[in-house]
């Protein structure tokens, strides 16, 4: 199964854009890849996926490798509740996800 | 509103007892799934159904059991043969075994003493 590689933490000013980086350098053409986030003690959030082009919604910005070996996700302007853990997973189902420890998000006021 | 709904939030049990963490969902989604998060870990696969009256076993099954008698509930037993059941459990749910988006519920935290 694809794993990811994702940095432990990362910190950033509220209000300032937010680039969180996943490498994903043995992701197979049936891969998508999906970002969910999780804060203490709940259980993970859906924030967004995608295939091959680069995606939009109204949590966030997907941006695609062109040879789909990383990606990056955009927060445009991060608020204190954006403070959580990040999962970059790769899966054509979920009974094949691996979801690894993740990157934390610190937002400093 | 609908949703993925487990209960309780916490659950304190002695050592050598079995319990049932439940999970039910209203989003009408043929698959479910039971995870397990230990402090500063990612989510291990316990197991996985993807329709009515079946279930497969994921990376860490042993000493768990399930059923899926209805779509809406499927129930995760923590039984005495698990070793290390502290921990926090989550299930999911989604659309089919082709993945979209997963709705996961609010967590069980499992404390044995």
């Known amino acids: 199964d694809a794993k990811t590689t994702q940095p432990n933490s990362m910190e950033s000013n509220e209000e300032e854009p937010v680039h969180l980086p996943c490498n994903h350098s043995?992701?197979?053409?049936?891969?998508?890849i999906h970002w969910y986030r999780q804060l203490p003690s709940q259980g993970p959030e859906y924030v967004i996926h995608g295939l091959t082009s680069n995606v939009n919604n109204r949590m966030a910005s997907l941006a695609i490798a062109e040879d789909r070996k990383s990606s990056t996700l955009i927060l445009h302007r991060a608020t204190l509740r954006d403070a959580a853990v990040y999962y970059c997973i790769l899966s054509t189902s979920y009974d094949k996800v691996i979801f690894g420890p993740g990157t934390s998000l610190s937002v400093i006021p | 509103d609908g949703g993925i709904t487990q209960s309780p939030k916490y659950l304190f049990r002695k050592e050598g007892q079995n319990v049932t963490l439940s999970c039910e969902q209203n989003l009408n989604h043929d698959a479910m799934y039971w995870y397990r998060q230990d402090p500063g870990q990612g989510l291990r696969l316990i197991y996985y159904s993807q329709i009515v009256n079946d279930f497969q076993k994921g990376d860490i099954a042993e000493g768990y059991s399930v059923s899926r008698e209805k779509k809406e509930s499927f129930p995760l037993t923590v039984t005495s043969a698990q070793k290390n059941p502290t921990a926090f459990y989550l299930c999911a749910s989604s659309m089919g075994s082709v993945y979209t988006e997963a709705f996961f519920g609010q967590g069980t935290r499992l404390t044995v003493v």
């Open positions: 043995t992701i197979s053409g049936t891969d998508y």
